[in-house]
């Protein structure tokens, strides 16, 4: 039987090799039967094995790129991998069963993009490559090239600052190995640019936009002059893409003329398929060159672009999404310069077909929603058959909501409803951008991105919101709100202990699991390509978004079933703050620009308002700072503090005390 086995084994081999040479698909067909049947007649422990299962995999690999059957690679996968867990550790063929099981694993997980397991087993596999590989070994360089674009695809669905800083490392090193005539010196290149893309985003710092640049510069003057559009086209929008977004940030006029010159470039050479993109970011590059000249002829010409990259693709492409937007906000503004209704009633369309036409949960639905709602709110006039608060408030509370959006676009879509919605609707939308920053700020470990979030919101946010609650009379909503605007202040001290601390605390690998899932919601929707060109359609496209939503869903519901984390990412809720004044009643200060008010918290009933008419935000900033002042001298000045708190007292303890006796409260107690 195993001399059958052999016999089987070399004619498979010879096949392979025959096929290798001609690319006749029967050859490879009739090679992988002859190597399954050989399999079944060797014994387990037999040391031809490894070899028959190695040679199996490439087979089934060979036939994968042949007809894109995916369950070929999968076959692939599971060939490779026990061969290389059945070679020994000094076996040469054991390396390069590791290499090919990297590189398969990373083609399934692009094709099939099932979560980050295929991608974490790459990154492990290719790492003990590269440990195997002497220093300088051209194979140790090309693992280091995989590896590198393994940490980039890892960070563009997780989001980790630290394998994108792996990741530029490892490219250094071979940019300073590769010669200029390589061909891996491109593709070095062009994930060194795309990794030092990401890093701006992360920080804004000009030095790393300037570096890649020169990444995608050098890519495309590696290339002949006469260069097809599938050559350097990539090379032409890295650029276009990154003059513009250096543009956007210095408003330096250079960088959107090279910006438009490369995307020009771009659409002279770029066949059919490809101009629907280009049309849509050279309209992006004119309608930011009608904002820095007032140029009414870019902004036209940048409508008449976006109209004819819609013609272009069929309706629900994921492209539209973004063209369809960009369009709305191009006739908004032909409509704020020429007063022409049918431009802003067009804009509304546009946004009504990006809500209507694509999956709920796709992240860009939260802009397109703001957008709307927002351009209802401030054209209530114009468009009064459209315009109810009730509408313009139900916009911005789904913008808001939609878990796959960034942080960045549901909270900018919770401070316009606070801006632009007047009444009682505000308490909502204060109610909203609370929950939001206490839900991101548990994923922040470190005191520094916790104060990059806070940033994105205005200082006063929790102090607002407590105001709004008390000129609604929902005075219960008010103190809660008061005790997540302590969260907020807490938050930015070493000591501040999360739920989420607790939660690693007692059960890490479910608290890992919620980091994980929500970083993964939030990379998701700051990673998007800027140039999209696929043919997948917009509910593909957000079909992993959702699943990563349902997952994020589920292990909160989780968490909530242990004992002790009940109300996890609920808000504070008065009934249980109220437990805080068994002891005497609790005196909270709210001391806001819009107006200044004292709260008494008691064991039972509910809180009571005491206003302060005479006290104004600029007067108790005033007093404290004199307190500090005098503090930090180091030398008790009486008459000064005596000042002080005589002001204070006038303004505000003298009224509280006045409410406390008329509540009947003891003297002498605990407050």
């Known amino acids: 039987m195993t001399e059958r086995a052999e016999i089987l084994i070399g004619l498979g081999g010879c096949l392979k090799l025959l096929f290798d040479r001609k690319g006749l698909v029967h050859d490879l067909e009739e090679a992988i039967q002859l ?45 490779i991998r026990e061969a290389s867990a059945l070679y020994t550790a000094e076996e040469l063929p054991r390396s390069g069963a590791t290499k090919s099981l990297s590189l398969y694993l990373v083609t399934r997980h692009i094709e099939e993009g099932r979560g980050i397991q295929d991608l974490e087993e790459a990154i492990r596999y290719t790492r003990a490559s590269i440990h195997n590989d002497p220093v300088g070994h051209p194979s140790r360089l090309h693992s280091l ?46 994930a060194m640019g795309n990794c030092l893309r990401s890093r701006f985003q992360q920080e804004p710092i000009l030095q790393y936009l300037e570096d890649a640049i020169l990444c995608y510069r ?70 930011a060159r009608y904002k ?17 990259a819609l013609s272009l693709h069929p309706p629900g492409h994921a492209s539209n999404l973004y063209t369809l937007m960009n369009l709305s906000s191009c006739l908004e503004s032909q409509y704020y310069h020429n007063g022409v209704i049918q431009d802003l009633k067009e804009a509304v369309e546009s946004l009504r077909k990006v809500i209507h036409e694509f999956e709920p949960m796709n992240p860009s639905q939260s802009s397109a929603l703001a957008r709307l709602a927002s351009m209802y709110a401030k054209n209530a006039e114009v468009l009064a058959p459209f315009y109810d608060v009730t509408i313009v408030s139900t916009l911005f509370q789904k913008a808001s909501s939609i878990p796959t959006a960034s942080f960045r676009d549901r909270i900018s879509a ?31 470990p470190s005191i520094a991105s916790r104060h990059q979030l806070l940033q994105l919101i205005p200082d006063e946010i929790a102090l607002d919101a407590v105001a709004t609650a008390i000129e609604c009379g929902e005075m219960k909503t008010a103190v809660e709100f008061l005790e997540q605007g302590r969260t907020l202040l807490w938050s930015q001290m070493n000591r501040y202990r999360t739920p989420t601390d607790r939660l690693r605390n007692t059960h890490p690998e479910l608290a890992a699991e919620f980091i994980r899932l929500s970083q993964q919601l939030e990379s998701s ?19 992993k978004y959702r699943k990563i939503a349902d997952n994020w869903s589920a292990v909160v519901e989780k968490i909530r079933q242990l004992d002790g984390f009940d109300t996890f990412l609920h808000p504070p809720q008065y009934s249980y703050l109220r437990t805080s004044s068994q002891n005497g009643p609790v005196i909270i200060v709210n001391v806001s620009s819009r107006r200044c008010d004292a709260i008494i918290i008691q064991a039972e009933g509910d809180p009571v308002l005491v206003p302060l008419p005479d006290t104004r935000r600029s007067d108790v900033h005033r007093h404290a700072d004199k307190f500090l002042k005098v503090v930090k001298a180091g030398v008790v000045d009486r008459p000064q503090i005596f000042g002080i708190l005589r002001a204070l007292w006038d303004d505000i303890v003298q009224r509280v005390v006045s409410k406390l006796q008329e509540l009947q409260v003891a003297p002498g107690s605990r407050i």
């Open 292 to 308: 820095h000249y007032g140029d009414v002829e870019c902004l036209w010409n940048a409508i008449q672009y976006h109209r004819e």
């Open 35 to 79: 190597l399954q049947i050989a399999l079944l007649l060797l014994p387990a422990q037999h040391p031809r094995r490894p070899f028959v299962l190695h040679l199996l995999g490439l087979c089934s690999s060979s036939l994968y790129r042949l007809q894109e059957r995916i369950e070929n690679l999968n076959d692939s996968i599971q060939c």
């Open 414 to 444: 919770s401070q316009q409803w606070i801006r632009e919605v007047p009444g009682p609707s505000r308490l909502s939308a204060y109610q909203q951008s609370l929950e939001l920053v206490d839900q991101h700020l548990l994923i922040r």
């Open 145 to 190: 090239l995989n590896l590198s674009m393994c940490l980039c695809m890892w960070h563009g669905q997780r989001g980790g600052l630290e394998e994108l800083e792996e990741a530029i490392q490892y490219l250094r090193e071979l940019l300073s190995t590769y010669p200029s005539t390589s061909p891996e010196r491109q593709i070095a290149l062009g």
């Open 525 to 543: 929707a700051t990673s998007r390509i800027l140039m999209e060109s696929s043919q997948l359609t917009a509910e593909e496209e957000t079909r």
């Open 218 to 287: 050098e890519t495309l003057s590696l290339l002949p002059s006469d260069s097809s559009y599938v050559d350097c086209g990539g090379s032409l929008i890295n650029l276009s893409n990154i003059f513009l977004t250096k543009y956007e940030f210095q408003n330096s006029i250079h960088d959107l003329d090279e910006a438009t010159r490369y995307v020009r470039k771009a659409l002279s050479l770029c066949s059919a398929g490809d101009r629907p993109g280009l049309l849509s970011h050279l309209a992006n590059c004119l309608q």
